[in-house]
Structure formats: structure tokens, C-alpha cells
């Protein structure tokens, strides 16, 4: 794996263990539980490790099967399915000691030449003329509950701008629709494969709760218990995670304790480089 020197690097700096098992040492840190945009970009990157560096992935498909924890390291285990002569399919198993927490299945591309159409990037605000999230979170802290302050009054190295009013507490009732730009605050190498991983990490913040904003419930009300269930990805255009992209997200369904939420991510230039879905658990306590 590439070596660089920002403060993602220590995330893929991988202990190779017996046969295709790669080892992550410890994140450590204040979190109750690791994020799970943190385990999909290594489990990601692991698969990567396994793959032609000029085969890029394309798509990939995880489960949050169970909450990691930040004192231990963790082991992926990758299995090398098929390798064509234009794609190559891996899954990836993430385990801490003998819980599973994560697998993950991907699929990788030669490019290819072709003709493109895609969705139009919506028109709004420039990210420069947006606030920084963080001003916005640490002027929440005081009334957010203790679990949601450990997450948020951190630096995760990821500049995001909400373009739509960003509510903490008592939101009122909206369309089940936002956007936010973000970039890595860190300059990262070349490696189009770093800046997926990068993207992969940031992919899994804030489209979880889209789908409570016609609800009225706020992502820090003190009874919400939520977590990422699924989380998928497909990769379309070049793109680097250290210019500003448009992560624009809406949610079709919440019931059954769940929501659903999709994700469209544009280069600042109006390509579409990427698209999401995530699946979470939305409780709230009685």
C-alpha cells in the first residue's frame, strides 16, 4: 500500500498475517464503538491490496453485522473469487477476535472507453461561502446527549459544509432531501484507489438520518438508538477526495424501525463520480 504522511494513512498501514489476512492495529480514542465508515474503507483498502493497482473498483456492498470496538485491532480476511481479463470480484471478511463485524463484497474494473449519461449536478451554493460543520456542531454541544458529543467534538479529518440549514435539536419538519459538500483537509497522494477509500469513509456520515426530516426528529435527540445496517457504493468517474465534491442524499422510506437513504456524489465540476445507498436502524425509545 501507498505511504503518505496524512492522517488517514495509519488507517491502511496493514500487518500482513497468515494467507490473505490482513491486520489493522487499534484505532483507540474516546468512541464507544468504531465508525463504520472507518472499517468499510479498510475493508475496502484491503481488497484493493489484493487487485492490480490500475484495476479500480467499481462497486461495493457491506453488512455491519456487528459493532467493532476501538481497543482491539482487526483482521481481514480477503477471498480472492475470480480474476477476468477485465474484472476481478473479492469479499472481505473484517472480524475482531472471533466476532465478525463486517463483510464486504467488491468488484474491480478495467477502464474501458464508453458513452456516458449521468444526473444533473443541482444547482447551490458554493462550498466557500458555506460555514465549516464543525463551527456548527461545537455551537450544538451543550444540548446534545453524551454519546453524540464523544462522536462530533472530534477532528475526523473531513471538512464537510451542510448547504441546507443544519438543525441539531428540535428540527422542524422538511422534505427528506440534503446536500453537503465535503474534502479531505489533508492533500493526498495520487493513488486513485487512496482517494476511494477516502470517499468510502466519508460516504457513511450524515446520510443515515435523511430520512427523519419530514419526521421532525433530530440525529441527537437524546432517544434515538441508530446504526448502519448496509452500506453500498459504485464508483463511475475519476475524482480526488481532496477537492470539494457534492454529496447530495434523499430517503423514499423509514418504517419498521429502518430507513432507507440514496446518495449522489458530483466532482465540482458537475460529473457524477460516485452513488450511494445505505439502509440504517432508526429506534426510538418509548
Known amino acids: 500500500m501507498d505511504e503518505t504522511d496524512h492522517r488517514f494513512a495509519p488507517l491502511f498501514y496493514f500487518e500482513e498475517r497468515d494467507g490473505s489476512v490482513l491486520r489493522a492495529g487499534p484505532t483507540g480514542g474516546p468512541l464507544f464503538r468504531l465508525f463504520g465508515g472507518q472499517v468499510l474503507a479498510q475493508a475496502l483498502a484491503a481488497a484493493q491490496h489484493s487487485v492490480a493497482a490500475g484495476r479500480l473498483a467499481h462497486s ?27 474484472f476481478s470480484a473479492r469479499r472481505v471478511e473484517a472480524r475482531q477476535g472471533n466476532d465478525l463485524i463486517l463483510t464486504l463484497s467488491a468488484s474491480f474494473h478495467d477502464a474501458e472507453e464508453g458513452p456516458v449519461q449521468q444526473a444533473e449536478m443541482p444547482v447551490v451554493p458554493d462550498p466557500l461561502d458555506l460555514p465549516p460543520q464543525d463551527e456548527v456542531i461545537a455551537a450544538a454541544l451543550p444540548d446534545m446527549p453524551p454519546h453524540r458529543i464523544v462522536f462530533w467534538d472530534r477532528d475526523i479529518g473531513i471538512d464537510f459544509r451542510a448547504v441546507e440549514p443544519f438543525h441539531t435539536v428540535d428540527p422542524s419538519r422538511a422534505p427528506p432531501r440534503r446536500s453537503f459538500w465535503f474534502r479531505s483537509r489533508d492533500r493526498l497522494g495520487d493513488d486513485p484507489r487512496e482517494h476511494q477509500r477516502i470517499l468510502a469513509f466519508a460516504s457513511d456520515l450524515y446520510i443515515l438520518h435523511t430520512g427523519l426530516l419530514p419526521l421532525g426528529i433530530s440525529w441527537s435527540d437524546h432517544g434515538l438508538n441508530d446504526a448502519s445496517l448496509d452500506h453500498a457504493l459504485w464508483f463511475h468517474q475519476p475524482f480526488r477526495a481532496d477537492e470539494w465534491l457534492l454529496y447530495t442524499m434523499d430517503s423514499p422510506y423509514v418504517g419498521g424501525a429502518r430507513t432507507l437513504a440514496r446518495g449522489m456524489i458530483f466532482a465540482r465540476d458537475g460529473r457524477l463520480v460516485a452513488s450511494v445507498a445505505q439502509e440504517g436502524l432508526i429506534r426510538l425509545a418509548r
Do not use: L
Not at 60 to 82: E, K, L
Open 60 to 86: 461495493c456492498h457491506a453488512y455491519f453485522v456487528r459493532a467493532g470496538r476501538v481497543d482491539q485491532p482487526i483482521d481481514f480476511t480477503v477471498h480472492r473469487d475470480t480474476d477476468g481479463r477485465s
